[in-house]
């Protein structure tokens, strides 16, 4: 047996034996946000010197060289991690691999997959050319409640418009960033409210990243305070068990579906070890700040994921969390709120039950002609 390795050693005459356990890893659930990326225009404003796509070589919105290294040594560490687990040969009933119908994080699969199944021996099909295809699969944008429920879900608008109305929200949302909502206004031409905050955040953020000097007027906004209410806007997000429902419900009802069909031997694939989601920044804040299970204080950086493993410790199956910010080497373990690292799957089913949504009642607006915006601006 490969993983059962026994050391024999003498300790004072007598004969210890120190045994590595077999693994008891049966299954792993990968959350991905994309790599490094140029700015979408929803970020920019135009009489920004930087807004022309000229200055994007991809083009607006795709992954840079960086991003693509970012991706690639993301699929690197997974291999590292699960060398053992997953083997050296890929084959189709292993991993599932799921993208959200963007080029960003098509591209992001494809490269994760590239760190992580390097071709070896019978799989070998050109010489020197150290990559086999791995394929991935996505849903169109409106029906994909998993990843892009922003664009699937009508009432998340409603929902997050609510929240915004509420008196305690509304006065530490303009007490906070009022003056902010001003600034951004007056130099970009839009009209400013927590969600533009939010994309304009990104859009300073990448024309940072990129080398491209920033107008001076954005520094009495950026970084701080536009982080700050870019980070409020996850928060927003998930404030309630109906927005928790809809940013990460249908990803943890998936999630959950097919933990469980492992754990029953019904899994088909029976042989299926892993499931990708190659997604969004979005998608990693919603799922922790749901779980409650990590205090966000920073947007989720490129190539950041989180890992929910299935183990069997002594015939009792539970789940593991993790989260790789790149503030550590490893992946960070994290837990429920009344949990255990190793959490009984049962006990974990209990405490996030009432956020998995029953129908689509859950996604679609009441009233989607009263509306005020409908968001299909991707992130
Ligand atoms: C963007 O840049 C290209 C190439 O320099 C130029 O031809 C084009 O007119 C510019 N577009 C705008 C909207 O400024
Ligand atoms: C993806 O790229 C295609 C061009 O190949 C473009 O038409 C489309 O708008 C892009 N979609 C997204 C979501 O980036
Ligand atoms: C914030 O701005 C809104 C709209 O401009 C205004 O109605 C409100 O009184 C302002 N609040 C604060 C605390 O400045
Ligand atoms: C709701 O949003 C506010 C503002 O960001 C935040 O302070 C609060 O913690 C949130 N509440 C919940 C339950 O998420």
């Known amino acids: 047996m490969k993983f059962l390795i026994i050391f024999a050693f003498w300790l004072g005459g007598f004969q210890v034996l120190a ?12 959350l991905f946000r994309h790599g490094d990326r140029n700015p979408e225009t929803s970020s920019l404003w135009e009489t920004n010197l930087y807004y022309n796509e000229s200055f994007y070589r991809q ?12 991706e690639y040594s993301l699929g690197q560490a997974l291999r590292e991690r699960y060398d053992d687990f997953l083997g050296s040969e890929w084959n189709i009933n292993y991993i599932d691999v799921r993208s959200s119908d963007v080029n960003r994080t098509k591209m992001s699969a494809l490269l994760v997959n590239a760190g992580l ?59 906070r960033y009022n003056s902010t909502f001003n600034i ?14 939010f994309l304009l955040y990104f859009g300073m953020e990448i024309q940072e990243e990129l080398g491209f000097p920033l ?7 950026y970084p701080e305070p536009l982080h700050s209410a870019a980070v409020d806007y996850y928060y927003i997000e998930t404030n309630n068990t109906i927005l928790r429902k809809i940013t990460s419900g249908y990803l943890l009802n998936k999630i959950l579906s097919d933990t469980e069909n ?64 790149y503030e550590q080497a490893d992946p960070i373990p994290l837990k429920l709120p009344n949990c255990d690292y190793f959490c009984v799957y049962d006990d974990f089913y209990q405490q996030v039950q009432d956020i998995l949504p029953t129908s689509d009642t859950d996604c679609i607006a009441s009233n989607l002609d009263k509306l005020k915006r409908r968001r299909n601006i991707i992130v």
């Not at 919105?61 to 970012?70: A, I, P, S």
């Not at 951004?184 to 905050?197: I, M």
């Not at 107008?215 to 906004?221: A, G, I, M, N, P």
């Open 19 to 30: 045994v590595e356990q077999p693994s008891t890893l049966k299954l792993v659930h990968v």
């Open 59 to 70: 083009g607006y919105g795709q992954l840079t060289n960086n991003g693509k290294r970012t």
């Open 117 to 175: 199944w390097p071709p070896e021996d019978d799989d070998v099909w050109l010489s020197s050319f150290n990559w086999q295809p791995v394929p991935y699969n996505y849903l169109p944008s409106e029906d994909d409640k998993e990843i892009l429920f922003y664009m699937a879900c009508s009432k998340l608008d409603e929902e997050i418009d609510k929240v915004l109305e509420q008196d305690d929200i509304k006065n530490y949302i303009e007490e």
């Open 184 to 197: 951004l206004a007056e130099n970009t031409g839009k009209t400013v409210d927590l969600f533009e905050a």
């Open 215 to 221: 107008e001076e007027w954005t520094q009495s906004v």
């Open 262 to 325: 492992k754990i029953n031997g019904n899994i088909s694939p029976q042989n299926r070890k892993m499931f990708f989601y190659s997604g969004h920044e979005t998608n990693i804040a919603t799922l922790l700040l749901t779980l409650e299970a990590y205090d966000l204080t920073d947007i989720p950086p490129y190539g950041g994921y989180v890992l929910l493993e299935l183990h069997e410790i002594d015939g009792v199956n539970g789940l593991k969390l993790f989260y790789q910010n």
